[in-house]
Each structure stands twice: as structure tokens, then as C-alpha cells.
């Protein structure tokens, strides 16, 4: 693909009007104002412009950009973005993410060939790993996780960009991706002992492979108030099957996932009773992560 030479014409064809507007914002500035007497200070309005993205149009324009593949012309589109204030952090969130998650779907109807998905998470996979060195990264906070993920390519990317912006929040991230078998995964909790699980899923075949998961671990009974996260599409599009196989919490987005880790971390551990069954245990499904803990 080839580009107009003009940087304004390059702007417009990379950002078409209508993604970026702008908000006035009014500062209050003080001047002196000398007089014959006496010196009077005046207050006076300036304007301000802070910049307004469209995030439906941004949206459009980076998945029609990712399914054509076209790594310049993508990559140059968000440093348009950037340019014009947001953060790394917020191009994951208002961008990536949801960008990630309408490839997905469409994948998932049909309605991408298979170049076009595979044009998409690769350079998807290449705007995560950029921003990734930009992120404003939080104080350590003691705390570790351990994520893991299905096979496929969409789950490993999405695990990962939940993992770095995991990481930037404070948290000390093992991202072990996807294809790694449940009992290395056990072996590894009690090795490294992390203060959570993270479990990233987008296909209904990876509920009984996680399933099988967190009764391994509940069934070892070495950590009985060790807190299993889900996140992923088959969670959001099968309410209450987090619970349902025994997980602590679920969310849908990496701001959700941050926030259900806090809160799992920050509940009080509940007194752990005897061994329970699979069965015994998803009847628990109702009560808080902590209890539903316990149960194991």
C-alpha cells in the first residue's frame, strides 16, 4: 500500500476526521495589571484543548487496518493515537482489548478468513508487545500470580496483555501461556507458591481441562484458600460457569480481572474444613470466594 506523500494527508488517511475532537477546558490564569495607584490582580479565562477520541471510529479504523495486515500503516495509526495523549495503558483498554475481542468473535462466527485472523493477532500480538514497555508501572505490592491460558492463539494473546497489565499494577506476573499439562501447573503452585491462579479461556472445550484443574488443586489440600481467577469469552458467555467448575471469581476485561484479583487477595481467609467432593464443592458455588475456598 502506498501513501500520500503530505504529512497532513498522511494524518488524515491514518485518522480520518471525525476520531479525534476536542473538549475546552478553562484555566483560570492570574495577571498583574499595574495602574497610576495601586496594582489590581485581574482573573482570566484560557482556553484549552485536550483531545476527544471517537473510540467507535479508532475501533473501526484498527480492526479494518489489523485484518488487512498492514503492519506500517497499523503501527503508524497508533502513533497518531498516541500522539494525541493516550497512554499505553489506556490504547489496551479502549483499544486492544476490545479490538482482540471483536477478531475473536467474528473467528469464532465465520466472518474472518483464516488469513485475515491470522494478519490480525499477529499484529495485535506486536502493538501488545510495544505497549507493554510503555505501561506506568505501579509499586511492587508482595504479591505473585501465576497465569495460565487454553491453546489457542487468540486465549495466549489475550492472557498476555491481561498478564502485563497485571504486571504494571504491582503484581509479580508468571505468564506460563497456554498447552502446559495441569500437573506440571500444580507442581509449579506449590513450588513457587503464588498467591493466585489466573485462568484465561475463550473456548467451551477448555471448561473440563480447567475443571480438572482446580479439583487437583483442591483435592492436594496444600493450599485449601489458594484463589483460582477466570477470565476469558466462554466465562462471558456461559454465566456462572466459573462457579460451576469451582473458580473464585470471573471477569471480562482486564480491569475486571485486576479488580476480582484484589478483591479475592484482600478477602479473609475462612478456616478450612475437611476434603469435599467435586460435586460438594460446586454446591458451594453461592457463596464468597473465600468460603467457596474453603470447602475443598
Not at 473458580?247 to 484482600?266: F, G, K, N, S
Amino acid at each position: 500500500m502506498h501513501f500520500p506523500v503530505a504529512n497532513n494527508a498522511l494524518e488524515e488517511f491514518l485518522c480520518p476526521a471525525g476520531i479525534f475532537g476536542a473538549r475546552t477546558v478553562e484555566k483560570k490564569s492570574m495577571t498583574n495589571q499595574t495602574n497610576q495607584s495601586n496594582m489590581t490582580n485581574k482573573t482570566s479565562k484560557t482556553n484549552m484543548t485536550k483531545p476527544l477520541m471517537n473510540t467507535e471510529l479508532a475501533l473501526e479504523r484498527l480492526l479494518q487496518l489489523s485484518v488487512a495486515g498492514d503492519r506500517l500503516a497499523t503501527r503508524t495509526f497508533i502513533e497518531q493515537v498516541h500522539g494525541h495523549g493516550l497512554t499505553a495503558t489506556q490504547l489496551a483498554h479502549e483499544l486492544y482489548w476490545p479490538t482482540m475481542q471483536t477478531i475473536f468473535r467474528m473467528w469464532r462466527h465465520d466472518q474472518l478468513t483464516t488469513l485475515a485472523y491470522q494478519y490480525a493477532t499477529r499484529l495485535l500480538r506486536m502493538l501488545v508487545d510495544q505497549a507493554q514497555a510503555r505501561y506506568e508501572q505501579a509499586p511492587r505490592n508482595g504479591r505473585t500470580l501465576l497465569c495460565v491460558c487454553g491453546p489457542n492463539e487468540s486465549e495466549d494473546l489475550a492472557g498476555q496483555l491481561c498478564s502485563d497489565l497485571l504486571e504494571a499494577s504491582g503484581y509479580c506476573v508468571f505468564f506460563a501461556a497456554g498447552g502446559v499439562a495441569n500437573d506440571e501447573i500444580i507442581s509449579e503452585i506449590g513450588q513457587r507458591k503464588p498467591d493466585a491462579l489466573v485462568v484465561f479461556a475463550a473456548a467451551a472445550s477448555d471448561a473440563p481441562r480447567i475443571r480438572q484443574l482446580i479439583d487437583m488443586l483442591r483435592e492436594a489440600q496444600s493450599r485449601p484458600s489458594f484463589p483460582v481467577i477466570c477470565g476469558g469469552g466462554v466465562f462471558a458467555r456461559a454465566p456462572g460457569l466459573a462457579e460451576e467448575i469451582g473458580a473464585d471469581a470471573t471477569a471480562d476485561d482486564p480491569l475486571a480481572v485486576e479488580r476480582m484479583v484484589r478483591c479475592a487477595l484482600a478477602a479473609p481467609v475462612a478456616t478450612p474444613t475437611p476434603a469435599a467432593t467435586a460435586t460438594q464443592r460446586r454446591s458451594a458455588s453461592n457463596a464468597s470466594p473465600r468460603t467457596r475456598i474453603a470447602v475443598a
